[in-house]
Structure formats: C-alpha cells, structure tokens
C-alpha cells in the first residue's frame, strides 16, 4: 500500500494574512485623520483609535507602537501621494514657468482634496520625545524630493528668464508660503465669504510669479 501523500494545504487560495493586515492598517489610518481633524492629536486615545476603526486595542498597538507612528505614518505617506502628484506635473513638456505654475497649483489643490490629511500634518505639532527620535521632516524620504523637483522647476525658469535670478530656494520659499497661505485658509475657513475661493489659489499663484519675475 502506497503512503499517504501529506498535504501541503489548500492550493490556489491566497494567503490573507497580509491584505488583513494592510486593510486594517487602512481603516486605522482613516480613522485616526478623521479623529485627529476633530479632536487635535491630544483629544486622541489609542482606545478612541481602536474603536473608531473597528479593531481591537492590541491588535492597534501591533500595527502601530503608539500614537506618533501612527501620525508618522499618516504625514509620510500624504506626502507620498503628494509626491506622485508632484511628478506628474513635473513632467510635463511646457514652458518652465507654466510648469512650476502648475505643480504649485498641485500642490494647493492636493491640500483641498485631503483637508484632514492637511489638519493633521500642518495643525499637530510634532515633538520628539526622546534623543533617538527625529522629526518627521528630518526622516521623511518623500519630502526631499518633493523640494528637488521644485528647486529644478525654479531653476529653469530662471535660466529661461522667467524669473528673476536669485537663490531658487528662497523663490521656492515665497511659492511655497502663499501655497500654504491659500490652502490654510481654505481649509480652515472655508464658510468665510471668499469672493472666488476656486479661483483665489490660481490668482494668489500668478500674482507671486509676477512679483518674482524678471526686472
């Protein structure tokens, strides 16, 4: 009699353990940008965390050690989004200064397509709490290229006379402050009675080109 072949498991079916794990990470993290937008990082509790998404305390503390990793993740992967959005525009074939027009006008629209993920990058404040710990910005991998593809932007259109010569990171700086201005405002204030607040980013970018333009 032939032995009994030994079964090596049910064949063709995926294992779930790790699309379990990343849908749950998921609803985790959308459950604490919405949290996090309402309360502020400190009316958060893990427990509040947990219940909101819909998964046990242990199971949240075994996708995220504590609630700064959980905001780690939140603010390092917005800007990844953010830094595919950025590339896009990057690549496109017009004129320097229309370029860097429309990656600022990406940028601000990327901020009003995600307010909450704006609230809790822009309106939490992140404080270390221990020498070995760094500061998100310090660590992020996504915001260095972010700022290399705009520092290129403002190069060429410097170097295409479209804008006035200088150091380009601090143009990129005055881009950047009236971006975050506009986004800022929108975001926090949106029942204020702006004349044209789908327009106010387009003309806030231009006029900044404008004053940043050749003399």
């Known amino acids: 009699m032939e032995p009994a072949t030994k079964s090596t498991g049910k064949r063709g079916r995926p294992a779930r353990g790790a699309d379990q794990a990343e849908d749950a990470r998921r609803r985790v993290l959308e459950a604490a940008g919405r949290l996090f937008a309402a309360k502020g990082y400190e009316g958060v509790s893990m427990r509040a965390l947990a219940q909101e998404a819909g998964c046990a305390l242990g199971a949240l503390y075994t996708l995220f050690p504590s609630k700064r990793a959980l905001l780690r ?4 992967g917005a800007f990844e989004d953010l830094l595919a959005v950025v590339r896009e525009r990057f690549a496109q074939a017009d004129p320097a200064v229309v370029r860097l027009r429309d990656m600022i006008l990406a940028l601000i629209g990327f901020w009003l397509e995600n307010p909450d993920h704006f609230r809790a990058i822009f309106l939490i404040e992140d404080q270390v709490t221990s020498a070995e710990e760094r500061y998100f910005v310090e660590s ?3 915001v260095p290229a972010i ?19 200088g150091r380009p990171q601090g143009v990129f700086e005055v881009l ?8 800022s405002l929108l975001v926090s204030i949106p029942e204020f009675p702006w004349d044209d607040p789908r327009g106010l980013p387009a ?3 231009d006029a900044l080109l404008t004053g940043l333009g050749p003399v």
């Open 147 to 165: 700022l290399a593809l705009f520092l290129e932007a403002v190069t060429l259109a410097q170097a295409q006379g479209d804008l006035a010569p």
């Open 203 to 205: 003309r806030t970018v």
């Open 73 to 76: 993740d939140i603010w390092e």
């Open 176 to 183: 950047f402050a009236g971006a975050h201005g506009v986004a």
């Open 140 to 142: 992020s991998q996504a």
